[in-house]
T-cell receptor, first 114, second 113 residues
Framework: GQQLNQSPQSMFIQEGEDVSMNCTSS?????WLWYKQDPGEGPVLLIA?????ELTSNGRLTAQFGITRKDSFLNISASIPSDVGIYFC??????????????FGQGTILTVHP | NAGVTQTPKFRVLKTGQSMTLLCAQD?????MYWYRQDPGMGLRLIHY???????AKGEVPDGYNVSRLKKQNFLLGLESAAPSQTSVYFC????????????FGEGSWLTVV
C-alpha cells in the first residue's frame, strides 16, 4: 500500500527560527495536504497543493508540491510559541484502487522555546 | 455549524464487547473516512467511503467494519473489541477526491480493558 515518510520526527527550535519538514512517497499523489494538530483536537488544514511544482504560501507557511508528485515540503518562517504542535503531511490517491484514499505521514512534533 | 460530528466522544469497553462509532456530516460530502491515531504513528486509515452505499479498506481494516447506508453517516463497528484497539478515532469528510478541503471531527477516545 501507499506509504508516506515524513521527517524529521521531532524538532526543538528557538523562537524566531525557520522550520522545514518534508514528506516522500513511493506512490504518486494528486494532492498534497499539510495539517496541524493541537493536543486533544482533530487535524486542521494548513495548506493544500493541487499541481506538481505548485508553491503556495499561507502567512508564514510555505509548501511545495514536488515535480515528481511523490514529495512535498513545508516551511515555517520566524517561528512563534503558538506554532507548537504536530504537523502532518497527507497525500490524496491519484487513481485506481487508491482513488479517494487520503494517507497521512507519521507526523513531525514541533517544540518552540521562547 | 455542526460540520463533522462524532459520537461518542469517550468510551471504555471490556475485551470482547462490541460497539459502533457514529460519524455524521451535514455538508453533503461524498467522501468519508475513519482513522485511528496512536502515539508516534500518525493517522492510519481504517476504512473509507467514496459515496453512499460504498466502502473500501484502508491501511488497518482488520477488526473493524463500516457502513454508509446514508450519505451523511459513516459508521465504524468493532465486533469484538481488543486492547490493541485502544486509540483515538477520527472521522473526516470531503466533497470530492480532487483536493477539496477535508474536514475532521473532534475525535473519539476509546479504551479497551
Amino acid at each position: 500500500g501507499q506509504q508516506l515518510n515524513q521527517s524529521p520526527q521531532s524538532m526543538f527550535i528557538q523562537e524566531g527560527e525557520d522550520v522545514s519538514m518534508n514528506c516522500t512517497s513511493s506512490s504518486i499523489f494528486n494532492t498534497w495536504l499539510w495539517y496541524k494538530q493541537d493536543p486533544g483536537e482533530g487535524p486542521v488544514l494548513l495548506i493544500a497543493l493541487y499541481k506538481a511544482g505548485e508553491l503556495t504560501s499561507n502567512g508564514r507557511l510555505t509548501a511545495q508540491f514536488g515535480i515528481t508528485r511523490k514529495d512535498s515540503f513545508l516551511n515555517i518562517s520566524a517561528s512563534i510559541p503558538s506554532d507548537v504542535g504536530i504537523y502532518f503531511c497527507a497525500g490524496l490517491g491519484a487513481g485506481g484502487t487508491s482513488y479517494g484514499k487520503l494517507t497521512f505521514g507519521q507526523g513531525t512534533i514541533l517544540t518552540v522555546h521562547p | 455549524n455542526a460540520g463533522v460530528t462524532q459520537t461518542p466522544k469517550f468510551r471504555v469497553l471490556k475485551t470482547g464487547q462490541s460497539m459502533t462509532l457514529l460519524c455524521a456530516q451535514d455538508m453533503n460530502h461524498e467522501y468519508m473516512y475513519w482513522y485511528r491515531q496512536d502515539p508516534g504513528m500518525g493517522l492510519r486509515l481504517i476504512h473509507y467511503s467514496v459515496g453512499e452505499g460504498t466502502t473500501a479498506k484502508g491501511e488497518v481494516p482488520d477488526g473493524y467494519n463500516v457502513s454508509r447506508l446514508k450519505k451523511q453517516n459513516f459508521l465504524l463497528g468493532l465486533e469484538s473489541a481488543a486492547p490493541s484497539q485502544t486509540s483515538v478515532y477520527f472521522c473526516a469528510s470531503s466533497r470530492r477526491a480532487s483536493g477539496n478541503t477535508i474536514y475532521f471531527g473532534e475525535g473519539s477516545w476509546l479504551t479497551v480493558v
